[in-house]
Every structure is written in structure tokens, then in C-alpha cells.
């Protein structure tokens, strides 16, 4: 009886070291990117957002639909927990940096708590319907300017989509909005989307955005933030870091951003690459197609082709894995997607 109750206690003993474990530090088996989304058993593979990036989430009344945060100098940024947009406000009027299409018909409120001068400027930072989309609610602001890239605007145009309002003033490479005694700073980059990305800086405020590049606490989002260039994704970190600022926004989730979001962001970025590349360029695909060949016959090119780009994501995947489980979250949910697009890079942009 006495050995049952020990064993008993032992037993309560490890199953809670076990619970604690798994909440404060997620360390799974196999890797847990390779756990499918298709059944709840799949979904319980993955592990949950790591708590310190589960307690920067914002408490936001959810009949309010939106959170605000002062970062000083008249900078406000918002969020609801799964999209940024910031706002500066000057003598002159307010410049609001994006309108997401979730909450951007509460921005005009957000304003109206903090200053009773009117909205006069609309930056977009791209062409993204989730960033701009929400744009219609300023449809009746008087003499609004709405400013973008050429590009942006000319893709606009052709779109004609009702959410997203025509620019009404444009530029190539860079444009600095002066108004009320405030400067803002906008330079064309390249990280993102097809027509161009922005860079919005309020120098006296030591505020930078630039969306869709990294998400505080977080892995970027699936394919590096959908870049469709990771060559210039690769250059954004430094390009970011060049910039003297203390308070960053991203466009997503929940977290504003200091320069370690973006230094841990550059150091994963650059451990996948540099990964995916040793690996990559140390098969021996000869052998490697023959090994495949020998089940499937040498005529099927496409599926030996794909044995190999999987067998590549698969090892780069289980290496990945252990080193920055703990450190973003969502690098089970998206490492694979970013090590497929780092391979894409390596294998038909890349120098040896
Ligand atoms: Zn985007």
C-alpha cells in the first residue's frame, strides 16, 4: 500500500513537471512544422505562441474594435491585435499612415480622441487591400490628399475598387510631407509587394513603419511576409536599421517593434538562407535523382525534381526548427513556407 501511494505521488510529481514543461517551453519531438493543419491531431502538433508574446497582446474592447498606443511627438499607433496603422498629429492637421480595410472605419473616432484638428493627409503604404481597404471611410473628408507611390496609384487606377481610394498626389522614389511644423519622410522600397513598398519616418518622433516586413515577437508571415522579392527582403533588414528610431510598426499582429524585432527578424532571415543554401548546394543530386529513379523510373522528372526540393525543405526544416522554436513564435507555423521560398531564391538567383 505504501509503495502504491509512493508511486502515486511520483507519479502526480511527473505529470506535472510534464504540464510545465510543455507551457514554458514548447520542445517538441519531430519537428513540429511538419505537423499537418488537417485534424485536430495535426493541429495539436503545433505548439502555442510562446508566452512572452502571448502577453503583449492588447486588451481591446472588442464593441471598440481597436486599440491605441501615444508614442509621443504627437505619433499614435493602432491596432486590433491583427493589423498596425499610426496616425501624427500636427498644428495643421492629422496625416494618418494607412486604413486597414478591419478597423479603418474607426479612425476618424481614434482621432477625434486625441485632437479636434482634421484629418488632412492619407499615406498608403502599399497596394494591399488588408493595409488600404479601409480607405472609404475618409470617401467625405474635405480636401483630403491621398499620397502613394506611381505605381500604387497606377495599379489603383486599373483596379478601380471602391475600398481603396485613388491617390490624388504620387511620387517615384522619396517625398517629404511638411505640415503643421512636422516632417514626414517617405522612401520607396522594394521588400514586398509587386508595386513598390513604403517607408514612413517621423524623424522628431523616432518613428518608423514599414509594413509588412517583420512582426514583433513573431516569425515573419508565411513565404517571408509574401515577399515577392527576396532578394530586396534580404537588403530591408540593414535598410531598416539605417534609420535612427526607437518605436517601429510593422502592419501586424499585436507587438510594436523595437531594433531588436528587427535584429532577431535579420538573424533568422539569414540563418534560413545560409542553411537552405549549405544544405541545397551539398547534395549529390546525381546520386540523389538515381536513388529516387531506381523506385519510380528515370521518365518522371517532375516528382524526382520535387523528392528533391522536398528532401532539401525536410532537412532544412528539422535543423531550423530547434534553434528558433523558442525564440519567434509561428516558426511552426511558417518555417517551411520560408524555407521554400529562401530555396526558390538559392536555386535560380543565387550564386553558388
Ligand atoms: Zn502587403
Not at 520607396?188 to 517621423?202: A, K, P, Q, T, W
Not at 524526382?304 to 528558433?324: C, H, N, Q
Request: glycine share 6%; hydrophobic share 40%.
Amino acid at each position: 500500500m505504501r509503495k502504491l501511494v509512493l508511486l502515486f505521488m511520483l507519479a502526480v510529481a511527473l505529470s506535472s513537471q510534464v504540464a510545465f514543461a510543455q507551457e514554458s517551453q514548447p520542445n517538441p519531438k519531430q519537428p513540429s512544422a511538419l505537423a499537418g493543419t488537417d485534424s485536430p491531431e495535426a493541429l495539436r502538433e503545433h505548439v502555442p505562441v510562446l508566452p512572452a508574446v502571448r502577453a503583449k497582446y492588447w486588451d481591446i474592447d472588442p464593441a471598440v474594435g481597436y486599440g491605441m498606443k501615444d508614442f509621443g511627438n504627437c505619433v499614435y499607433a493602432l491596432s486590433d491585435n491583427g493589423w498596425q496603422s499610426a496616425f501624427l498629429v500636427t498644428d495643421a492637421g492629422v496625416i494618418v499612415f494607412d486604413a486597414p480595410a478591419s478597423y479603418g472605419k474607426h479612425i476618424p473616432e481614434a482621432v477625434a480622441k486625441v485632437t479636434n484638428k482634421p484629418i488632412k493627409v492619407l499615406v498608403y503604404s502599399h497596394i494591399h487591400k488588408d493595409h488600404i481597404g479601409g480607405s472609404a471611410a475618409f470617401k467625405n473628408s474635405p480636401g483630403l490628399q491621398i499620397i502613394a507611390l506611381d505605381t500604387v496609384s497606377d495599379f489603383l487606377k486599373e483596379m478601380n475598387d471602391p475600398n481603396r481610394l485613388i491617390p490624388t498626389e504620387t511620387f517615384k522614389t522619396s517625398k517629404t510631407i511638411k505640415l503643421g511644423g512636422k516632417t514626414v519622410e517617405l522612401t520607396r522600397h522594394n521588400y514586398h509587394s509587386n508595386e513598390g513598398d513604403l517607408f514612413i519616418y517621423v524623424p522628431e518622433a523616432k518613428f518608423l513603419m514599414a509594413v509588412d516586413s517583420v512582426t514583433s515577437g513573431y516569425v515573419p508571415f508565411q513565404d517571408f511576409d509574401l515577399s515577392t522579392n527576396f532578394h530586396q527582403y534580404l537588403k530591408m533588414f540593414d535598410e531598416i536599421l539605417a534609420y535612427k528610431f526607437d518605436n517601429f510598426i510593422g502592419g501586424h499582429l499585436t507587438d510594436t517593434g523595437t531594433r531588436k524585432d528587427i535584429e532577431i527578424t535579420k538573424e533568422y532571415t539569414n540563418d534560413v538562407y545560409q542553411t537552405v543554401k549549405r544544405i541545397h548546394n551539398g547534395l549529390n543530386e546525381r546520386a540523389f535523382d538515381a536513388e529516387i529513379a531506381k523506385t519510380i523510373g528515370p521518365d518522371n522528372e517532375f516528382l524526382i525534381f520535387k523528392a528533391l526540393l522536398d528532401k532539401v525543405t525536410r532537412d532544412s526544416v528539422g535543423e531550423l526548427e530547434p534553434r528558433w522554436i523558442n525564440r519567434l513564435a509561428g516558426v511552426d507555423v511558417w518555417l517551411p513556407s520560408h524555407v521554400r521560398a529562401a530555396l526558390i531564391y538559392v536555386r535560380w538567383d543565387d550564386k553558388e
